[in-house]
């Protein structure tokens, strides 16, 4: 069965074409990447799988299930995650009490629970607490955990939005430029954590402009340019595809 | 919560219930009461503008509907007061529910006007609807609370310990909510309603919840207001009874749970004390509210916690900050 695939998607933002008609597999426990010139559509792209757009025609289709017009928090539940560029962390806030809330959609209790302190909200606020725990020591923040998120690094605050969305227990991370924003030696270091999600399982699929990290990280890539795709396979075909140095590069341009 | 800060409430709680012997002052125990009646409504507020991040302006009209809805099933209906107050409850917070259902399709600002105009209409359906409400007559005569068994709240001290009972409640609500998985949901939405979303929070039922709370307890506040002063007119539901609510969180600390006791008792004294400049005092409230917002977002509350936190983490650790690159590098379309 095809782990996820988008059929035709296209979206519209009036004459604006931002996605045209793009059809993409990803494959299960590998890094995916998305790449293309700045406005090329990516981080639409993104938007329409996770539900944030409903797009203008097409289909996302997970795991064999149709998602296409389920709004993003059903999404999140059957095991997609995301992050944006923009981190969007409570920065007044610990990294743990950020991350906390991650695992909320795995639970169940409500108000009621709340308001009288019952048994289950409190064995519920501790698998919180745990899977806060479990994945601040995957992303290997356990010294900064009790910090306010307001004083971290760039990278600190990259790998907090990363724990929050493997808190959701998810099957597949989507990641909008994880690097961006970070020096080279701490780029290395979110290249290595996202090998290290694939090894627990975790599908990953990336936006990203560094070109270095992409063709030594990426299993498969796909080019997008004015919201067309205009290349698709492993990194050494990208690399040596017309069409993608054209894109990059500026058209008509000799070689 | 540490052990200071469990030592601190229960003294509080101690001045609180030894505060009508020691006074005896009626004046003062009238005084106290409205301010409880006013946290109540504040705290209504707090839930929803201050841990959701929706402001709304439409509280006076809620608090209006609990005050009016008590009066009129007390007087008119003739009914108890208890069950009176419990349908007062169910009333305002159907009519929070559509109302919820509506404005919180909008966000932000576009959310604060919308429900300013929610607020104005509810309180001219009151001024206006004559044969209801009596209009700009008031309605007079609301009965006191009803006994419970020997419990009776005709004098000033046991309707003092009434509305202080109430209050307590809804703080312990409030802490227990805030405290909870459902608590950190509604700052999660406060703090992104996006990234809220991608990690499975269904935000329009938590928003609508929190809303419905939210107005059940301006209703609650306006109930007792209602049974505690007698008499209301439409007044109750003005857009200026908004406005105070707002500032005593504001001035207290918005997002914070002791925000709302500590901006209304401040402010309510404040203006006992300069009762004396008559309307003159807005000249002394306002710049000092402008410097508050500007300087001390989160309040007097919100300053000090965050005065504290600094402490402690300049007492254990100094300063250490890994380069930081300007968010400008990490925007792309």
Known sequence: MIFLETKKLTKKFGGLVAVNNVDFTIEQGKINAIIGPNGAGKSTFFNL????????????????????????????????????????????????????????????????????????????????????????????????????????????????????????????????????????????????????????????????????????LADKIMVLNYGEKIAEGKPEDIQNNQAVIKAYLGGGAIA | MSKV???????????????????????????????????????????????????????????????????????KAEMN???????????????????????????????????????????????????????????????????????????????????????????????????????????????SEDLAQTIGISTMKNKLTVFVISTVIAGLSGALYASFVRFIGPDIGSIAIVFDFLTYLLVGGIGTLSGPIVGTILIVVLSQRLQFLQDYRMLVFGPVLTLLIIFYPRGIVGAVVSWTQKRKASVHQPIIRAKKLPEEQVKEG
């Open chain 1, 49 to 216: 799988i996770s539900g944030f757009h409903p797009p203008s025609s097409g289909q996302v289709i997970f795991k064999g299930h149709d998602v296409t017009k389920l709004p993003s928090n059903k999404i999140a539940q059957l095991g997609v995650a995301r992050t944006f560029q923009t981190t969007n962390l409570f920065e007044q806030s610990s990294v743990l009490d950020n991350i906390i809330v991650g695992h909320r959609l795995r639970t169940k209790s409500n108000l009621f629970d709340a308001i009288f302190r019952t048994k289950r909200l409190k064995t519920e606020e501790a698998l919180c607490r745990e899977k806060a725990m479990e994945v601040i020591e995957f992303v290997e923040l356990e010294k900064v955990a009790y910090k306010p998120v307001a004083g971290l690094s760039q990278e600190e605050k990259k790998r907090t939005a990363f724990a929050l969305a493997l808190a959701t227990n998810p099957e597949i991370v989507f990641l909008d430029e994880p690097a961006a924003g970070v020096n080279p030696d701490e780029t290395e270091g979110l290249a290595v954590l996202m090998k290290k999600m694939t090894l627990k399982g975790i599908t990953v699929c990336l936006i990203e402009h560094k070109m270095q990290m992409i063709m030594k």
């Open chain 2, 5 to 75: 800060q469990r030592i601190a409430i229960l003294v509080l709680i101690l001045l609180a219930i030894i505060f009508p012997i020691i006074s005896q002052n009626d004046y003062f125990i009238h005084v106290m009461t409205l301010s409880f009646i006013w946290m109540i409504g504040v705290y209504g507020l707090n839930l929803l503008a201050g841990y959701t991040g929706y402001l709304s302006l439409a509280h006076a009209g809620f608090f209006a509907i609990g005050a009016y809805s008590l009066g009129l099933l007390t007087v």
């Open chain 2, 81 to 191: 007061f208890w069950p009176a107050l419990l349908l007062s409850l169910v009333i305002t917070g159907v009519i929070g529910f559509f109302v919820g259902l509506i404005s919180l399709r909008t966000k932000e600002h576009f959310f604060a006007i919308y429900t300013l105009c929610v607020g104005y209409i509810i309180y001219l359906v009151i001024d206006k609807w004559d044969s209801l409400t009596e209009g700009v007559r008031g309605l007079i005569g609301i009965p006191a609370p009803a006994n419970i068994g020997p419990l009776s709240f005709e004098t000033l001290q046991s309707h003092y310990y009434l509305v202080l009972f109430f209050l307590l409640l809804v703080v312990l609500i409030m802490y227990r909510i805030v405290h909870s998985l459902s608590g950190r949901t509604y700052i999660a939405i406060r703090n």
